[in-house]
């Protein structure tokens, strides 16, 4: 048994990740202010022996008593209306947070695990994009915050990495869903979703060419920890490389649905990337992984564990 210490385990993807590793019979500790994340996504393990959820903002220096062995740092606003709204804190718990939660895994020894993202490689000219390639961003953009945070966040990690001594890995997750995203929180996959349970439109930035890959929460959380377990310290891609247009995803939770919503277009958010779609051949080859969950099982997964009144929002 490992003691695991996860940041931003009150989240979407860390409660999963709590709940994932502790069903492996791991100790969590986990860390959460709860900025954007709930009690109620860790309120079916909190009165677990092996579950500790501390009430901290990761900004500050912090400590924790206990030996650890794996740290999962995962602590930071996601979703663009979360980073739009908390442009300063995100840069904050881009490096501050960060540097903590670094300092924290050097004391104790600790393997750590960066939560890193797709955004790192901006509004890509290649595709699928490999972990060699370097990135398109737009740095003083509005997006610039999160992208940026993430950017300095591995530089951050591989310093430490190469200075300090610290064990390290990088994951950078491309469009993940599941269970517990919250309705109002943006992103294309629960608007969709609350829209066609609703029966109200579904709208579609553009003209819904633009393509995302996206990668069901349990085929994540086992690359992740996949990834964690292993000892490589290079950026390793995560996600599910099959490709939809925002237009063919719109169709599909129809599909699923049964609803009988219309489909509306509304204006490009600034700076969107066109296309976006993981290279996973590293992963494969490395850590043996590949997503095996397709969007429309993953789609009726989520509706299920979700109850269609949580997703209506
Ligand atoms: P989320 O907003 O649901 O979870 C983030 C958690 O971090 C929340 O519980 C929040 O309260 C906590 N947090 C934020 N600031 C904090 C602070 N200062 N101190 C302590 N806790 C703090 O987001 P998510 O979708 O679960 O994303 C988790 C991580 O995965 C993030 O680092 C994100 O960048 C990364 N990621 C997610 C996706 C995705 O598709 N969901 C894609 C790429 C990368």
Known sequence: MSTCLVT???GFLGSHLCDELLSRG????CVDNLETGSLVNIEHIRDEAAFAHLNVDIIEPYRIEEPIDFVYHLASPASPI??????LHTLKVGSYGTHHTLGLAKSKRARFLLASTSEVYGDPEVHPQPEGYWGHVNPIGPRGVYDEAKRY???LTMAYHRQQGVDTSIVRIFNTYGSRMRPHDGRAIPTFLRQALGNRPITVFGDGSQTRSFCYVTDLIRGMIALAESGYHDPVNIG??????????????????GSSSE??????????PKQRRPDISLAEQLLQWTPKVSLRDGLARTIEAS???TLVG
């Open 8 to 10: 931003g385990g009150a």
């Open 307 to 309: 109850g269609v009144e």
């Open 263 to 272: 489909i509306v277009f509304e204006a490009l958010p600034v700076d969107d």
């Open 153 to 155: 966040a591995e530089a």
């Open 240 to 257: 599910n490389p099959d490709e939809f247009t925002l237009l063919q995803l719109a169709e599909t939770v129809l599909e699923v649905t």
């Open 82 to 87: 979360d980073y739009l709204r908390l442009p």
């Open 26 to 29: 791991h100790r969590v500790i």
